[in-house]
């Protein structure tokens, strides 16, 4: 069934709104409906986002909400309304009569793809790295339509027996000589103390030699950080190793640390790295130097790149800068390790500093004890391995994404701190709910994969992002269609798209013939005017006005810019019922004015009983009268607070109801009638009291009805009120 346009009116209530128009053609034509649909009371809440998008294509329309559908049959427009038209909501277009097969509405989805079950606590048993899976669901493909957000749950849960590689990297300069002999004994201890966490634990060992010696004093080869020992199981051998170092002091304090941890965190190859938890501790006492630093030195940038030769010795130092903390800090996020710095109490501001700038990090202080050094570097790696948080990598133009995330205590979390859990222990999950919209389409983006992961772990969360942004009936488009000017177009969506050579809705200009410009101008009134005032096509450079549902109503004029049906009404008729709606105006009977002919010029019904405009105690206005203050009734005869009208009436009532009084003759020429009450309560107006020599004492009450004449009601039987 073709859809009625603009004759929908009568399913709507009116709305008073305003439009603004931009004046390029595609926003002329498309506002100009919109305008003329919300005028004439089309567009409803549901509605109004879509139409209010001027869509001229379907993808368009899909874009413009997510309740928003595109009618693609062909048929669905009566002649003359515009292709913006077929953009509505759902249920608007299946109420115009869109057939549901017709109606193109594109809905989002997410689907699995990788659904590893965690990994679960089991006591004693040791676990392969590549078969833990820390978090679930693993791989994902989510369909964004444009403003409609999708949402998935992600599971995770901190598996037993996950293994560690632990690297110490060592500044031994000669304030800590002292110290040295506790730390070499730190490897074997620390590795039983770990095992209780984990049986696959591996230790590695770096050390970091100064840039300068004191004179007499004889100092090795100029380089700044070497790899020891690589990650391994032996614990044996690191402690040999770090027993079999030699140190040598410096005047100056070390510059070069935030180079070494660089190269242990980025030369992986040479370190052994795997993929599991990753530990770096860094012991030293003294500060860091980061980027900037060597200005004026004629150093390049650091790189952030391993550069450690065959030896495993850094010997660029000389070349280049020091990194900047924020290259250290994504270095090392990059490669999910986290850092200890284990310093001397004097140093511990100086690297709370750092540890702020650094996500993952801690800072503890040495003393003599080396048991109180184990304790630092375990509880160091409590507090940062049972701490859950989820970042995600960079994400596509228009998208957003936040998370709600249910922690193992019951709290849950929706705002900034969204995607952070604390307290984890071993075998306690997290839930975090995913919500993922497009505000938009990418450009030149039909798909693009992001990732989310647990800071500091190896597992990750891989999500491809598949765009909605086009409709299916583009790929079932209709050639030579009669409808396009017998072939001279296809249907696309159920909208022709002309051949080269032809214009027009229908494609039924010829450009050769006629020049687009040329044609739009003879349909516009004047350059700020609408094409065919916004309401009908521009036919070859002449408008055809929409054709409306009702046959008594029209839409007329050379620019389409009359019509006999959008006048103002009063008590719900068409100019009050007394005129004739012509050009958007009313047209009032001789007797009526006003811009709905609601106001009556005819003084008759303003006329009092004493044949005086408004008893002269006020004004008509469209034939009826406005009082002035303290009169009221249909023509101001009627004073509460004034004596003169129970004066008046009193020797009517008199005659009416006591047969006695000067009018008692002529009662009949009252002009009014009495009702009699028994008791003064049964009164219901306004009361008179008089005393008459004949009868005595009487009361009465009055008021005027709509005809202007009195109702009195009197105690029959004379008595004080």
């Given at each position: 069934?073709?859809?009625?346009?603009?004759?929908?009116?009568?399913?709507?209530?009116?709305?008073?709104?305003?439009?603004?128009?931009?004046?390029?053609?595609?926003?002329?034509?498309?506002?100009?409906?919109?305008?003329?649909?919300?005028?004439?009371?089309?567009?409803?809440?549901?509605?109004?986002?879509?139409?209010?998008?001027?869509?001229?294509?379907?993808?368009?329309?899909?874009?413009?909400?997510?309740?928003?559908?595109?009618?693609?049959?062909?048929?669905?427009?009566?002649?003359?309304?515009?292709?913006?038209?077929?953009?509505?909501?759902?249920?608007?277009?299946?109420?115009?009569?869109?057939?549901?097969?017709?109606?193109?509405?594109?809905?989002?989805?997410?689907?699995?793809?990788?659904?590893?079950?965690?990994?679960?606590?089991?006591?004693?048993?040791?676990?392969?790295?590549?078969?833990?899976?820390?978090?679930q669901t693993q791989k994902h493909i989510v369909k964004l339509r444009p403003g409609e957000p999708q949402t998935f749950s992600l599971q995770f849960q901190r598996a037993e027996d996950y293994p560690i590689d632990l690297y110490y990297l060592v500044d031994p300069s000669l304030s800590q000589q002292d110290d040295l002999e506790n730390m070499k004994r730190l490897g074997i201890e620390l590795e039983r103390k770990l095992q209780k966490t984990t049986t696959d634990f591996r230790i590695g060992l770096g050390i970091l030699q100064k840039n300068s010696c004191t004179a007499g004093?004889?100092?090795?080869?100029?380089?700044?950080?070497?790899?020891?020992?690589?990650?391994?199981?032996?614990?044996?051998?690191?402690?040999?190793?770090?027993?079999?170092?030699?140190?040598?002091?410096?005047?100056?304090?070390?510059?070069?640390?935030?180079?070494?941890?660089?190269?242990?965190?980025?030369?992986?190859?040479?370190?052994?790295?795997?993929?599991?938890?990753?530990?770096?501790?860094?012991?030293?006492?003294?500060?860091?130097?980061?980027?900037?630093?060597?200005?004026?030195?004629?150093?390049?940038?650091?790189?952030?790149?391993?550069?450690?030769?065959?030896?495993?010795?850094?010997?660029?130092?000389?070349?280049?800068?020091?990194?900047?903390?924020?290259?250290?800090?994504?270095?090392?996020?990059?490669?999910?390790?986290?850092?200890?710095?284990?310093?001397?109490?004097?140093?511990?501001?100086?690297?709370?500093?750092?540890?702020?700038?650094?996500?993952?990090?801690?800072?503890?202080?040495?003393?003599?004890?080396?048991?109180?050094?184990?304790?630092?570097?375990?509880?160091?790696?409590?507090?940062?391995?049972?701490?859950?948080?989820?970042?995600?990598?960079?994400?596509?133009?228009?998208?957003?994404?936040?998370?709600?995330?249910?922690?193992?205590?019951?709290?849950?979390?929706?705002?900034?701190?969204?995607?952070?859990?604390?307290?984890?222990?071993?075998?306690?999950?997290?839930?975090?709910?995913?919500?993922?919209?497009?505000?938009?389409?990418?450009?030149?983006?039909?798909?693009?994969?992001?990732?989310?992961?647990?800071?500091?772990?190896?597992?990750?969360?891989?999500?491809?992002?598949?765009?909605?942004?086009?409709?299916?009936?583009?790929?079932?488009?209709?050639?030579?269609?009669?409808?396009?000017?017998?072939?001279?177009?296809?249907?696309?969506?159920?909208?022709?798209?002309?051949?080269?050579?032809?214009?027009?809705?229908?494609?039924?200009?010829?450009?050769?013939?006629?020049?687009?410009?040329?044609?739009?101008?003879?349909?516009?009134?004047?350059?700020?005017?609408?094409?065919?005032?916004?309401?009908?096509?521009?036919?070859?450079?002449?408008?055809?006005?929409?054709?409306?549902?009702?046959?008594?109503?029209?839409?007329s004029g050379k620019y389409c810019e009359c019509d006999n049906f959008s006048c103002d009404r009063f008590n719900g008729l068409l100019c009050g019922g007394n005129g004739i709606c012509h050009c958007g105006k009313c047209e009032c009977l001789p007797t009526f004015t006003g811009s709905a002919c609601h106001c009556s010029i005819d003084m008759d019904s303003c006329k009092s009983l004493n044949g005086r405009i408004c008893n002269n105690k006020g004004i008509c206005e469209c034939g009826r009268c406005r009082c002035t203050e303290g009169f009221t009734g249909p023509t101001c005869?009627?004073?509460?607070?004034?004596?003169?009208?129970?004066?008046?009436?009193?020797?009517?009532?008199?005659?009416?109801?006591?047969?006695?009084?000067?009018?008692?003759?002529?009662?009949?020429?009252?002009?009014?009638?009495?009702?009699?009450?028994?008791?003064?309560?049964?009164?219901?107006?306004?009361?008179?009291?008089?005393?008459?020599?004949?009868?005595?004492?009487?009361?009465?009450?009055?008021?005027?009805?709509?005809?202007?004449?009195?109702?009195?009601?009197?105690?029959?039987?004379?008595?004080?009120?």
């Amino acid at each position: 069934m073709a859809d009625s346009g603009l004759s929908l009116i009568t399913r709507w209530s009116k709305i008073d709104i305003g439009c603004t128009v931009k004046m390029d053609l595609k926003t002329n034509l498309g506002t100009a409906i919109v305008c003329c649909w919300m005028w004439l009371g089309l567009v409803h809440s549901d509605g109004r986002v879509c139409l209010e998008a001027n869509a001229e294509s379907c993808e368009e329309c899909i874009q413009a909400g997510q309740n928003c559908g595109w009618c693609s049959q062909v048929e669905f427009l009566r002649h003359g309304v515009l292709p913006m038209a077929r953009c509505d909501d759902i249920e608007s277009l299946k109420r115009r009569g869109c057939p549901m097969e017709h109606i193109e509405n594109p809905k989002g989805s997410v689907t699995i793809i990788s659904d590893k079950n965690l990994t679960g606590v089991e006591n004693g048993k040791k676990v392969n790295s590549e078969d833990v899976s820390q978090i679930q669901t693993q791989k994902h493909i989510v369909k964004l339509r444009p403003g409609e957000p999708q949402t998935f749950s992600l599971q995770f849960q901190r598996a037993e027996d996950y293994p560690i590689d632990l690297y110490y990297l060592v500044d031994p300069s000669l304030s800590q000589q002292d110290d040295l002999e506790n730390m070499k004994r730190l490897g074997i201890e620390l590795e039983r103390k770990l095992q209780k966490t984990t049986t696959d634990f591996r230790i590695g060992l770096g050390i970091l030699q100064k840039n300068s010696c004191t004179a007499g004093e004889i100092c090795r080869s100029q380089f700044s950080f070497k790899n020891v020992l690589s990650l391994t199981s032996d614990g044996a051998r690191f402690n040999t190793l770090l027993n079999s170092q030699t140190f040598t002091a410096s005047q100056n304090s070390s510059e070069d640390g935030a180079d070494a941890i660089m190269q242990a965190v980025v030369c992986g190859d040479t370190t052994g790295w795997r993929s599991v938890t990753k530990m770096l501790v860094y012991y030293t006492n003294t500060g860091l130097h980061f980027a900037r630093d060597g200005q004026g030195s004629g150093l390049l940038p650091n790189d952030g790149k391993c550069h450690i030769d065959s030896q495993g010795v850094y010997t660029l130092n000389h070349h280049h800068d020091h990194p900047s903390i924020s290259q250290l800090a994504q270095k090392l996020a990059d490669n999910n390790i986290h850092l200890f710095f284990a310093v001397k109490e004097e140093f511990k501001d100086i690297y709370k500093m750092f540890r702020d700038s650094i996500p993952k990090s801690e800072v503890g202080i040495l003393t003599p004890n080396s048991s109180d050094v184990i304790k630092l570097i375990l509880d160091a790696y409590h507090a940062l391995s049972f701490a859950v948080i989820l970042e995600n990598s960079s994400l596509p133009e228009g998208v957003i994404m936040h998370s709600t995330v249910y922690c193992n205590n019951n709290t849950v979390h929706t705002e900034e701190d969204s995607s952070k859990c604390s307290g984890i222990h071993t075998g306690d999950k997290v839930k975090f709910d995913i919500h993922i919209t497009a505000k938009k389409c990418p450009k030149n983006e039909q798909e693009a994969t992001i990732q989310l992961k647990p800071t500091g772990f190896n597992e990750k969360v891989e999500i491809t992002l598949k765009f909605l942004c086009e409709c299916e009936c583009n790929k079932q488009e209709i050639t030579k269609r009669p409808d396009c000017n017998e072939g001279n177009g296809k249907i696309e969506c159920g909208v022709c798209k002309c051949n080269e050579g032809h214009i027009g809705r229908f494609c039924e200009c010829n450009i050769d013939e006629i020049h687009r410009e040329d044609m739009l101008a003879s349909c516009r009134k004047d350059n700020a005017s609408l094409v065919c005032s916004g309401i009908g096509d521009c036919i070859c450079g002449e408008c055809e006005c929409q054709k409306r549902e009702n046959p008594n109503e029209y839409i007329s004029g050379k620019y389409c810019e009359c019509d006999n049906f959008s006048c103002d009404r009063f008590n719900g008729l068409l100019c009050g019922g007394n005129g004739i709606c012509h050009c958007g105006k009313c047209e009032c009977l001789p007797t009526f004015t006003g811009s709905a002919c609601h106001c009556s010029i005819d003084m008759d019904s303003c006329k009092s009983l004493n044949g005086r405009i408004c008893n002269n105690k006020g004004i008509c206005e469209c034939g009826r009268c406005r009082c002035t203050e303290g009169f009221t009734g249909p023509t101001c005869e009627h004073c509460p607070t004034c004596s003169g009208v129970c004066t008046d009436l009193k020797d009517c009532v008199l005659c009416k109801a006591f047969k006695k009084g000067p009018k008692k003759e002529i009662c009949d020429q009252c002009g009014f009638e009495v009702t009699l009450v028994d008791h003064p309560d049964e009164l219901p107006q306004s009361l008179c009291r008089f005393m008459d020599p004949d009868i005595g004492n009487f009361c009465f009450s009055y008021f005027f009805n709509n005809q202007n004449v009195p109702e009195v009601h009197v105690v029959k039987i004379p008595v004080w009120c």
